[in-house]
């Protein structure tokens, strides 16, 4: 935790070096937080190739660290001869097991031939993935690649049976980007020619010195910056750093920016914060497994976090396990439902099956061409919780058109269960019809007005696109628009684990390696949320409800991409009732391209919320800050509520 005050204290001075310039004409800011002054600019990662949620197919939850040449290809044949690859499916990522060592003569990292034999130069010595990777590229599709950003890759801590470790002395046997990230990432890319890369972090995480396996197996021991189970022992600003010198390693050795960039920490290291900073995709949690609860978890560890996604940047809560378990062909509904989730919120479409052997019933499934639109519909909106109930929830997307839903409603339970749809929940006029077409079926199947009640079965979800008359004759909410939204400062100081995300409480201990066991922990709570304060409640000023806006806590800086596309903005503004801290008051500020055009006095808990407009014609990036004035042990909760750009 020091450190990371530290790094981000470094962060601090430096934008403070920029903004200050912006600056000179707000005399009045100078004591103020550098980073809550107005940047004028977008300042979310934008390299990569990941406009919509990346597509494609992973060897991991079909074959493990079992993964070979024939494997893969026949995954991209399969890709291809299905249809598949024509539906969005397109790169074909080997996971971890393709290594053999890491040459010592010059450090170069060697493929395990054995499995991949068209990698085999025919030397003797040399070893390249060019012509697998061609082969790929021929047949219309990309390639990605698997390392870690620690000295030792994941298969060498926890699949120790595999029969494809690294072999060799220690030094052989470190296989991660650990001292060697300009050199690894340049074969990956310019030699090797791949598109895509998934950096792990076991090396960062598993092999601290007290752990027996670590000198049974000789591994150079590493003082981890992840702990898992143990977030104050994370070193953040550390984990934090490694990803940054990925990143900017990443776009150096590809001009083209056609690469993708792939952040495997699971939720670990308050990644779901910064990950959107660094790369194109990051895990917000751990491991998905067969299971329905595991699904459960790692889809309530992304669901809160629409703020963070949009285009280029996409929460990723692991890839499907469709095919296997609780989601096999003989748990259709199970399936579907896994499919429909990850569709709706925008997460990455990763295939992990067998696929030279896949029957018809699946291939419907990840085929699914209206829900595939919904996933990579191009306004980049995650969808977002309209209702959460404990056994069952509403989750809506913004489509690009704005007069179009995707809705998701989703029976959690093993009991039958009822979900009421509301006109409300998609911003529909109530007295007008609203039409429901089954994206599954692809056929227009309801009309309705005001509400709709639906039976699900256990476990079921209806995927729709709804239609009809927006509440808003013009313009959009700011809440219908997440994609254009990103958190520069959310204002959180105090890493907190998520308890929503563990909800399912068998999942609360997963053993280790020992038999003893732990619980993940996911820091990023509190973070802003869409349509209820960062704790999940209803945004709540003065004694009144609103059901649309953004709750934030104090000491916020949202960047809003307007693009010249809208004439003025409206927002009531106020101290949420939700706030654990309420002797402080709150300003808040609205800036068009870094100029202040809006803002309000500080107002207290006991205030009345206040309404405030500007006139944002010919403006690229507003940004609304909420500045704490006054001290306070506790976050200070507030609200962009009613938010509208006309
Ligand atoms: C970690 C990752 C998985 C997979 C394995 C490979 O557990 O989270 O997705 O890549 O490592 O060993």
Redesign the pocket.
């Known amino acids: 935790m020091k450190n990371y005050a530290f790094f981000t204290g470094i962060l601090v001075l430096l934008l403070g070096v920029v903004s200050q310039v912006k600056a000179t004409t707000e005399k009045t800011e100078v004591s103020v937080d550098p980073r809550l002054r107005p940047s004028g600019q977008w300042s979310a990662f934008t390299g990569g190739n990941a406009n919509t949620p990346p597509m494609g197919w992973n060897s991991?939850n079909a074959f493990?660290?079992e993964v070979d040449e024939g494997k893969v290809m026949g995954a991209a044949k399969a890709i291809v001869d299905s249809g598949l690859a024509q539906k969005g499916y397109k790169y074909i990522n080997v996971?971890?097991g393709w290594w053999l060592k890491r040459r010592q003569s010059d450090s170069t990292i060697v493929i395990r031939t054995s499995i991949f034999p068209s990698a085999d130069m025919g030397d003797g010595k040399d070893t390249s993935f060019r012509t697998f990777v061609d082969r790929i590229h021929d047949m219309g599709l990309k390639a990605g690649i698997?390392t870690d950003v620690g000295r030792n890759?994941?298969?060498q801590v926890?699949?120790l049976h595999s029969p494809n470790l690294p072999e060799g002395s220690t030094e052989e046997r470190e296989v991660g980007l650990w001292n060697h990230m300009p050199e690894d990432i340049a074969l990956f890319f310019r030699e090797w020619g791949f598109d895509y890369v998934?950096v792990?972090a076991?090396g960062i995480a598993d092999y601290s010195a007290s752990e027996d396996f670590v000198s049974d197996n000789d591994y150079q021991p590493f003082e981890p910056f992840v702990v898992r189970g143990d977030l104050p022992s994370n070193d953040v600003a550390a984990v934090e750093g490694l990803y940054y010198d990925l990143s900017k390693t990443l776009s150096q050795v590809n001009p083209d920016n056609d690469y993708i960039l792939s952040i495997?920490t699971?939720g670990t290291a308050n990644v779901r914060s910064w990950g959107k900073n660094y790369g194109n995709l990051w895990?917000t949690s751990?491991?998905i497994r067969s299971s329905w609860e595991s699904m459960l978890h790692v889809f309530d560890s992304a669901v809160t976090r629409a703020l963070f996604a949009g285009p280029g940047n996409w929460n990723d809560p692991?890839?499907l396990y469709i095919g296997h378990g609780d989601f096999d062909e003989n748990h259709l509904i199970e399936a579907k439902s896994h499919f429909a989730l990850w569709s709706v919120i925008s997460a990455p479409l990763m295939i992990g099956y067998d696929l030279r052997d896949a029957p018809r019933s699946l291939l419907d499934i990840w085929g699914a061409e209206e829900i595939i639109a919904v996933n990579q519909d191009r306004a980049g909106n995650q969808g977002v919780l309209a209702y959460d109930g404990e056994n069952s929830q509403v989750i809506v997307k913004s489509l690009r058109n704005p007069s179009e839903k995707a809705v998701v409603l989703f029976n959690r339970s093993a009991e039958m269960t009822s979900v009421t749809l509301r006109a409300s929940d998609l911003n529909m006029n109530v007295e007008t019809p609203i039409s429901l077409r089954n994206l599954w079926l692809e056929k227009d199947q309801y009309r309705f007005e005001g509400e709709k009640a639906f039976q699900l079965q256990p476990h079921e979800s209806l995927i729709f696109k709804a239609s009809g008359e927006r509440q808003l004759t013009k313009g959009l909410y700011l809440s219908e628009m997440p994609g254009r939204i990103n958190v520069a400062v959310d204002g959180v100081d105090e890493l907190t684990l998520d308890p929503k995300a563990h909800r399912k409480l068998s999942l609360e201990h997963k053993p280790d390696r020992h038999g003893s066991s732990y619980r993940q922990h996911y820091p990023g709570f509190g973070g802003p949320r869409i349509n209820v304060s960062p704790y999940g409640d209803s945004i709540t000023l003065n004694g009144e409800k609103y059901r649309n806006g953004i709750g934030v806590l104090a000491n916020s800086r949202l960047e809003v991409k307007t693009l010249s596309e809208f004439d003025s903005f409206s927002v009531v503004v106020g101290m949420d009732e939700n706030t654990p801290g309420t002797k402080a008051k709150v300003e808040f500020v609205v800036y068009g391209d870094g100029k202040k055009i809006a803002s309000s006095p500080a107002l207290g808990i006991k205030d009345k919320p206040l309404a405030l407009s500007a006139n944002v014609q010919n403006i690229n990036i507003i940004e609304l800050v909420a500045r704490q004035v006054g001290e306070e042990s506790s976050p200070v909760v507030v609200a962009w509520a009613n938010a509208v750009f006309e």
């Open positions: 991991w493990r660290t996971d971890d698997y890759a994941c298969s926890w699949d998934k792990d076991c495997c699971w895990r751990e491991d692991d890839m």
